[in-house]
């Protein structure tokens, strides 16, 4: 096996990572300040395309976690990245909230249901019927179909709701087009982030808590994979994958002492 060298850019997960159930996972914030201080690169990656990483910003920080604003990348920002290489100053029909058409606005998209260039869907709280359809028209008129992330549900207090992976299944029974998804598991996302972090991938990890979207899309992009089972996987359940991670530790507070290495 190739060794690899110091760890000099860290990308990872937020939920489940950092914070579960939005509440801080222990040692997250000395984790955090630990990297501060090292003055190494380090990115928040989240499949969550409702709030801007400003929003973030500010959640994180209420929950005592102090992430910059520019150290968080969203699904919405890396869809966003791709539209502009894919078709700059074009139009879409978004299904989302701010986190979406506030990085589409901010690419000098157009965000329009006439003649739109892309459908994009993301995570919404309510999805609305009308605006499926919307969508569903648009999609079987000529509009490409991208969705930020393949996320069939997500959590709530209630229970899990359905998520855009899920709503974009629906609009490919309708329409038989699929969409390009954009998040993790595409290790598409993992080079947008280290492209913004101007990082290397021989010198970068991608700490995560999901086999499924973490740890296979930091493989596939070349990064050191550190799966943390202070999130959903199970240290039983890591055996069932036909990869693995290359570190498996409890929590992030694990990985202080590889920080200044």
Not at 104 to 118: F, K, Q, R, S
Not at 173 to 184: L, M, N, Q, R, S
Request: glycine share 10%; hydrophobic share 40%; net charge negative.
């Amino acid at each position: 096996m190739h060794e690899r060298g110091p760890i000099e850019c860290w990308l990872s997960d937020m939920d489940g990572v950092l914070v579960h159930e939005g509440i801080p996972v222990p040692g997250a914030d000395r984790f955090i300040t630990a990297l501060a201080e090292s003055g190494k690169t380090f990115l928040v990656l989240t499949n969550n395309s409702k709030y801007t990483p400003r929003d973030l910003h500010f959640r994180l920080k209420a929950a005592g976690l102090d992430v910059p604003a520019d150290s968080i990348y969203t699904s919405a920002n890396a869809t966003a990245d791709f539209l502009s290489t894919q078709r700059p100053g074009g139009s879409a029909y978004v299904i989302g909230e701010a986190g979406l058409t506030t990085a589409l606005h901010e690419i000098g998209y157009v965000l329009t249901d006439i003649d739109p260039d892309y459908v994009v869907l993301g995570e919404t709280s309510a999805y609305s019927f009308g605006a499926i359809t919307t969508a569903i028209r648009l999609v079987e008129g000529g509009a490409r179909f991208i969705a930020t992330n393949p996320d069939a549900s997500g959590p709530s207090v209630e229970g899990i709701l359905p998520a855009t992976g899920a709503v974009a299944a629906l609009i490919t029974k309708a329409t038989k087009v699929e969409p390009y998804f954009v998040g993790k598991p595409n290790p598409l996302m993992m080079r947008s982030a280290l492209n913004k972090a101007g990082g290397h991938s021989e010198s970068t990890a991608m700490i995560g808590d999901r086999m499924d979207t973490d740890i296979v899309s930091g493989m596939e992009a070349g990064l050191e994979t550190i799966l943390v089972l202070s999130g959903l996987t199970s240290r039983e359940e890591i055996a069932r994958y036909p990869y693995q991670p290359l570190r498996v530790v409890e929590s992030v507070a694990d990985l202080i002492p590889l920080i200044n290495d």
